[in-house]
């Protein structure tokens, strides 16, 4: 059974890091574009970051940029976003998603995957 479950998540202060996981079960990364999502309440849900399948090509949102990476690790079956200088406008719930063979994507519902979610607090 495909899975993806996100942790990392909690509580920070503004200007602090977190990294978030999401690890694969019943699947291999590697051959998936993985995107990072997050909801912030009563907002939309918007893409964060991605990596395209079999590669190590990213994009981000112009709100994370240059404070947020995505990184792979394919021995683990694992994907990361690491978070720094996070703001309290990044508080959110954070959700990683897969879609097979896919590119560089933003978009939502061009993702077939999706983890439950962790959340993500940014308060002093």
């Known amino acids: 059974q495909l899975q993806l479950v996100e942790s990392g998540g909690g509580l920070v202060q503004p200007g602090g890091s977190l990294r978030l996981s999401c690890a694969a079960s019943?699947?291999?990364?590697?051959?998936?574009?993985i995107g990072w999502f997050r909801q912030a309440p009563g907002k939309k849900r918007e893409g964060v970051s991605c990596?395209?399948?079999?590669?190590?090509?990213?994009d981000y949102a112009d709100s994370v940029k240059g404070r947020f990476t995505i990184s792979r690790d394919n021995a683990k079956n694992t994907v990361y976003l690491q978070m720094n200088n996070v703001k309290p406008e990044d508080t959110g719930v954070y959700y990683c998603?897969?879609?097979?063979?896919?590119?560089?994507?933003?978009?939502?519902?061009?993702?077939?995957?999706w983890g439950q979610g962790t959340q993500v607090t940014v308060s002093s």
């Open positions: 998603a897969a879609e097979p063979g896919g590119g560089l994507s933003l978009t939502q519902s061009e993702f077939e995957y």
């Open positions: 019943g699947f291999t990364l590697t051959f998936y574009a």
């Open positions: 990596v395209g399948s079999s590669s190590s090509i990213t």
